[in-house]
C-alpha cells in the first residue's frame, strides 16, 4: 500500500498499490511524455529548416534574410526543449536568446567567418556576418515558442497545484 499526505487538506491517502508501482507509473508516463515532446521538437526543427530553406528558394531581400534569423532561433529553441523537456519556458527563450546573440556578435570576430569559408555546416550554425537587425529578429522566432509552452504547460502546473475547493 503506498501512503502520502495530500498537501491541501492533509489527510493521509492510501492506494491498493504499492509505493513501486506508483513509481512505475510515474515513471512510464514521464517517459512517454519526454518522448512525445522530444519528438515535436525533432518535427519543429525540421519544419523551421524547411521552412527557411523554402523562404530562401522563393524570396530574396529582407523577408528571406530575417525569417532565417527568426526561424534559426526556433531550431535553437527547440534544440533546448529536446536536450531539457522539463525546462520551464522563460528560462528556455532567455537562454536561446542568450546564445542567438552571443553567436550573432561573435560574428564581429573573424573566426566565424573563416569557419563558414571552409565548412557549409559552420556556415549554418554560425553565420558570416555581423547584422544588427539579426539581433532583433531572435526575439522574433522564440517569444511565441516561450508563450506557446507557457499556455501548453498551464494545464500541467494547475493538475499538479490544484487548488483547495470551497466550501
Known sequence: MAEWIDP???????????????????????????????????????GSAGAAYAIRAAMAGPIEQYSGAALSAVIVYAIVIFIWPQISPVPAGSAVIAYCWFIEFAQLTPVPAALSQRSWL???????????????WYPVGVIP????????????????????AES
Do not use: C, K
Not at 148 to 154: E, Y
Open 8 to 46: 491541501v487538506s492533509g489527510a493521509v491517502e492510501t492506494t491498493g498499490r504499492s509505493h513501486h508501482d506508483v513509481a512505475a507509473t510515474y515513471d512510464r508516463a514521464m517517459s512517454l511524455a519526454t518522448r512525445l515532446t522530444r519528438l515535436l521538437m525533432v518535427v519543429l526543427a525540421a
Open 122 to 136: 559552420a556556415r549554418q550554425l554560425l553565420g558570416a556576418q555581423f547584422d544588427l537587425i539579426d539581433v532583433a
Open 145 to 164: 515558442l516561450v508563450a506557446a509552452h507557457w499556455f501548453l504547460r498551464a494545464p500541467a502546473r494547475s493538475q499538479a497545484n490544484p487548488t483547495p
